[in-house]
């Protein structure tokens, strides 16, 4: 079966606070990929970062940086030096290695900065 | 750069009654995703076409149907409409030799009353 959990269903930050979102993923795919979207409360999903299974670098795109372990079969995301304007519900998602490229998602984990 | 376009943005309907979704994608994407997100749940895959064929298919309700056409668009048709199907309807669409170009619209917000 493949599945995503998060287990953070909500997160309160104060404004310059590092925080870690965490995701973890089931597969018995080799070949996978994995993201991360962005919900603002305007609804659309913005696209933060894809990775493959094959590609186990850790990724830093200015206050954002990513965590992929295959070892433990998780793929975090921290916001370093918070702001109010990352208050969003962040997601994580699966694509199976198959050629569908369907997503599964995770359940989300709403992150609320405070001023 | 061109991205997803669905439409209507909103869309209000009464029980019962049928609503049609559109998706334009990507230029020269030939492949069509549809998600269903319910109030505070995440997006739940429906169906997906390539190249004008169901090509997956996830947990769509017998009471939806959607078509990809010639022009690679796509058309997610809904009937007999009920509350539970109050939700963001979201395409995304893909090059199928390419899923680094997976790309979502800004989604169709339809509420049934």
């Known amino acids: 079966a493949q599945k995503v959990t998060q287990a953070q269903t909500e997160i309160s930050v104060v404004e310059k606070e590092d925080v870690t979102l965490d995701c973890v993923y089931e597969?018995?795919?080799?070949?996978?990929?994995l993201f991360w979207y962005k919900q603002p409360p305007s609804g659309e999903l913005v696209f933060l970062i894809r990775?493959?299974?094959?590609?186990?670098q850790n990724e830093i795109s200015g206050r954002y940086s990513w965590n992929f372990q295959k070892s433990t079969s998780s793929f975090n995301f921290t916001i370093t030096a918070s702001q109010v304007v990352d208050s969003a519900v962040y997601f994580c998602?699966?694509?199976?290695?198959?050629?569908?490229?369907?997503?599964?998602f995770g359940s989300g984990t709403r992150l609320l900065v405070r001023p | 750069a061109a991205g997803v376009i669905q439409s209507p943005r909103h869309l209000i309907k009464e029980k019962r009654e049928t609503a049609t979704l559109k998706c334009y994608p990507i230029?020269?994407?030939?492949?069509v995703y549809w998600y269903q997100q319910g109030p505070g749940q995440d997006p739940q895959f429906l169906i997906s076409?390539?190249?004008?064929?169901?090509?997956d298919k996830g947990s769509i309700p017998d009471r939806f149907s959607a078509q990809q056409f010639s022009d690679y668009h796509s058309e997610l048709n809904m009937s007999s409409l009920e509350l539970g199907d109050s939700a963001l309807y979201f395409c995304?669409?893909?090059?199928?030799?390419?899923?680094?170009?997976?790309?979502f619209g800004s989604g169709t917000r339809l509420t049934v009353v």
């Open positions: 990775r493959n299974s094959f590609d186990e």
């Open positions: 597969t018995r795919d080799t070949t996978y990929y």
């Open positions: 998602a699966l694509s199976p290695g198959d050629s569908s490229y369907k997503l599964i």
């Open positions: 230029p020269r994407h030939d492949t």
């Open positions: 995304a669409s893909s090059s199928d030799s390419n899923i680094y170009g997976y790309t």
């Open positions: 076409f390539y190249e004008k064929m169901q090509s």
